[in-house]
């Protein structure tokens, strides 16, 4: 998917980025299936993402679609996950990557405007009616901000 908003965040990627640290690009008919099977629709930013690279373990774990993907690390593999866990995620949440504590930063699809879901976190510990703390406008506001922050 060339996508000419995404120049920018993918030479940051080039510049930056390991080798190794993507699995691959998704094929689109995985990505469209794996939206049917969540009922969501993912934002143009991580749809971008997954058609790109796949999936990523840097500049932190980056949960994806792709056949090197591990089951853990695959999108719709860890949204059923969370969506039956002790404090179950709502569903109109996509965890995409974990904090390392049982939090997820997620794509709100609850709250897409032209295309692009907010990113939150939600806190799996939390009262559920303060489990979920928006934290950037986009996935990739967050994903320019982590490689960043990997960077320096």
Request: charged share 20%; aromatic share 12%; glycine share 6%.
């Amino acid at each position: 998917m060339r996508a000419p908003k995404f120049d920018l965040l993918a030479q940051s990627i080039r510049m930056s980025a390991p080798i190794g640290a993507f699995t691959g690009a998704a094929l689109d008919k995985d990505v469209r299936a794996a939206e049917t099977v969540l009922d969501v629709q993912f934002s143009i930013s991580y749809k971008w993402f997954l058609l790109t690279y796949g999936s990523a373990d840097w500049p932190d774990y980056i949960y994806g679609l792709g056949c090197s993907v591990m089951d853990g690390f695959n999108v719709v593999n860890a949204t059923l996950r969370e969506r039956i866990s002790g404090n179950p995620i709502p569903d109109w949440l996509v965890p995409f990557s974990p904090d390392g504590a049982g939090n997820h930063y997620c794509l709100d699809t609850s709250a897409s405007v032209d295309g692009e879901a907010p990113v939150v976190i939600w806190l799996h510990d939390a009262n559920p009616a303060r489990a979920i703390e928006r934290t950037h406008d986009s996935f990739d506001s967050w994903l320019t901000e982590y490689i960043e922050s990997d960077v320096d």
